[in-house]
């Protein structure tokens, strides 16, 4: 049987990749910390679960292709408070932002053009990239540098004829990086110069630790046909399990093409969406909270990691997420090993290996991604395994 081209150049995400060793290692009875995929253990607000209560329709019809109304003024309104308008057909309500990123880079690319992402990257850009026949180019970046990517010269050096759009995560994913107002100022005008698509995966824009104001690409009017925002309630609002995100833009021809692609779907989880309109409802109090939570976390996290010899790791200014550089010959290996091999006191853990989350080959080898997810005790408890591990796992040779 042939399977397509497309699908095969993808790759298995290095969050769920070592699954099967993970339930070999607690088949053996193995406590494992799992510092390897991004699940917020913050309680969802009770509104959306209240919402999905008092649903009183007599029949679960499907949704507008482009959402329920009452989710796509929920998602204008909160716009509106960050100073952006919207008009309703800005706006199309998707299954999570992976869809939101499906739709649009189904929209834009075909066969042999590439999109320019700094690496290191969420690895599923590589399959939704991949399946439409495209390409990553990167732009790179060095843990040493702490990841900074907001560089014009390194830009536009990437920029070739086959180039379609830009696309930045802010605050990162996998490095916790934050680009300031000038820096996104700065990539929209080269998006602009260029006649390029700048795509701002924003939905990580609450958690964010200096003190910065929630920001947006969506921020600058002039650049309103290049702009293109993918959003969701999963980690906002600790709701990841609800599915429901967003594609915005202001070019209304962008939109009719992906309202193509919502119509083929249907729509989005009509409950789902009335949850998530109600999530929309919460307070300020809630993301100062979370907030500060993750804060804490993250400042546990580095002072740990920057105690053990031989790591690279900057303090992340955003996201829950942190990349760093292990003094290890391969951290896809010593993840194996820690799972297959190593415990302490019937206690091991595990992250993401960082090779996945790059395109150029050969790079991230050394390096891992921890999503400082646990609670606090759980998430020292996890640092000390992995300070242990690397020890006793160069002390083999």
Excluded at 112 to 120: A, K, Q, R, V
């Amino acid at each position: 049987m042939k399977f397509s081209s497309k699908i095969e150049k993808c790759g298995l995400s290095p969050m769920r990749k070592f699954h099967p060793y993970a339930v070999a290692a607690e088949a053996k009875g193995r406590k494992i910390y799992h510092l390897n995929i991004g699940q917020p253990d913050i309680e969802t607000p009770q509104a959306f679960f209240d919402a999905v209560k008092d649903f009183k329709q007599p029949v679960l019809a499907y949704a507008p292709s482009p959402g329920v109304p009452a989710y796509i003024k929920a998602v204008k309104d909160y716009y509106a408070k960050l100073g952006i308008q919207l008009d309703d057909g800005d706006i199309l309500a998707t299954t999570g932002g992976s869809e939101a990123l499906q739709m649009v880079l189904t929209c834009i690319l075909d066969d042999g053009d590439n999109i320019l992402i700094p690496e290191p990257f969420y690895p599923n850009y590589n399959t939704f990239t991949r399946v439409t026949g495209g390409y990553i180019k990167p732009i790179p970046t060095k843990p040493e540098e702490g990841y900074h990517y907001a560089d014009r010269a390194k830009i536009e050096a990437a920029i070739d004829e086959h180039t379609r759009a830009i696309m930045v995560t802010n605050p990162g994913n996998p490095t916790g990086v934050v680009l300031t107002h000038e820096e996104m100022r700065m990539i929209a005008d080269i998006a602009k110069e260029h006649d390029l698509f700048i795509i701002g995966d924003e939905v990580y824009r609450e958690f964010v630790y200096g003190g910065e104001g929630l920001a947006s690409l969506a921020e600058f009017p002039d650049a309103a046909e290049n702009v293109i925002i993918i959003d969701s309630v999963s980690k906002r609002f600790s709701a990841c399990g609800a599915r429901i995100g967003v594609l915005i833009s202001r070019n209304k021809e962008l939109m009719a093409q992906a309202m193509k692609l919502c119509q083929g779907r249907l729509c989005s989880a009509t409950l789902d969406q009335v949850g998530a309109a109600a999530l929309y409802t919460v307070g300020p109090e809630y993301f100062a909270a979370v907030r500060d939570e993750y804060k804490k976390r993250r400042d546990t996290v580095v002072a740990k990691l920057k105690a053990i010899p031989g790591v690279v790791c900057e303090c992340p200014k955003g996201a829950f997420y942190l990349m760093a550089a292990l003094p290890v010959d391969n951290a896809d290996t010593f993840n194996k090993w820690l799972l297959e091999e190593f415990e302490d006191h019937g206690d091991t853990v595990m992250f993401a290996p960082g090779e996945s989350f790059y395109a150029t080959q050969g790079k991230g080898k050394n390096e891992i991604r921890i999503a400082y997810v646990l609670k606090q005790a759980d998430l020292e408890r996890a640092m000390d395994l992995l300070a242990l591990g690397i020890k006793a796992y160069n002390a083999r040779k």
